[in-house]
T-cell receptor, first 112, second 113 residues
Framework: GESVGLHLPTLSVQEGDNSIINCAYSNSASDYFIWYKQESGKGPQFIIDIRSNMDKRQGQRVTVLLNKTVKHLSLQIAATQPGDSAVYFCAENIDNNNDMRFGAGTRLTVKP | NAGVTQTPKFQVLKTGQSMTLQCAQDMNHEYMSWYRQDPGMGLRLIHYSVGAGITDQGEVPNGYNVSRSTTEDFPLRLLSAAPSQTSVYFC????????????FGPGTRLTVT
């Protein structure tokens, strides 16, 4: 079936560099996307969201880009810090029914 | 606000035993859900509720029951535990009504032997 997926399972960056985490989705009916951060031993934490009528949304040090043509979502983290080390999940919502489908996750490691 | 709370934090069951995972939220959220997370995988939806008295199945509902008698509580019942149910279970809530930002509890790590 259609599902959310990720290009890279792991990403390692130097402290201070920018990070880009990618996500591919295959359901063209998806109209809402969320990025979550999950630290070890904790539940996922909301980072930023974007609706399908937008291409870009910015938060504090984070930007989400949505390319509906190729069904691709990315999370950019500026000036990555050690506290950003975590697993990042993208999730999609279909049909406005509060049912979010999660991808497998990317582990981000920040090297000092 | 305590947010979303889950108990217990850890649990070990023998095959065939039953138990209830507790979830409560104090944010007056209409929508609550249960997910399971297996190693190296994302979260999969088990059951969800859009309000008191209303529940529905998610992706992987078999072997689990839920009920929603109050807005605050959404317990998850394992009827007859199986090793395949070894996982970390997360409860989440959101405001509902097209507000999809979900707040997650700290999780319950369940091992079935």
């Amino acid at each position: 079936g259609e599902s959310v997926g990720l290009h890279l399972p792991t990403l390692s960056v130097q402290e201070g560099d920018n990070s880009i985490i990618n996500c591919a989705y295959s359901n063209s009916a998806s109209d809402y996307f969320i990025w979550y951060k999950q630290e070890s031993g904790k539940g996922p934490q909301f980072i930023i969201d974007i609706r399908s009528n937008m291409d870009k949304r910015q938060g504090q040090r984070v930007t989400v880009l949505l390319n509906k043509t190729v069904k691709h979502l990315s999370l950019q983290i500026a000036a990555t810090q050690p506290g950003d080390s975590a697993v990042y999940f993208c999730a999609e919502n279909i049909d406005n029914n509060n049912d979010m489908r999660f991808g497998a996750g990317t582990r981000l490691t920040v090297k000092p | 606000n305590a947010g979303v709370t889950q108990t217990p934090k850890f649990q070990v069951l023998k095959t065939g035993q039953s138990m209830t995972l507790q979830c409560a939220q104090d944010m007056n959220h209409e929508y609550m859900s249960w997910y399971r997370q297996d190693p190296g995988m994302g979260l999969r939806l088990i059951h969800y509720s859009v309000g008191a008295g209303i529940t529905d199945q998610g992706e992987v509902p078999n072997g689990y029951n839920v009920s929603r008698s109050t807005t605050e509580d959404f317990p998850l019942r394992l009827l007859s535990a199986a090793p395949s149910q070894t996982s970390v279970y997360f409860c989440a809530s959101s405001l509902g009504d097209y507000s999809y930002e979900q707040y997650f509890g700290p999780g319950t790590r369940l091992t079935v032997t």
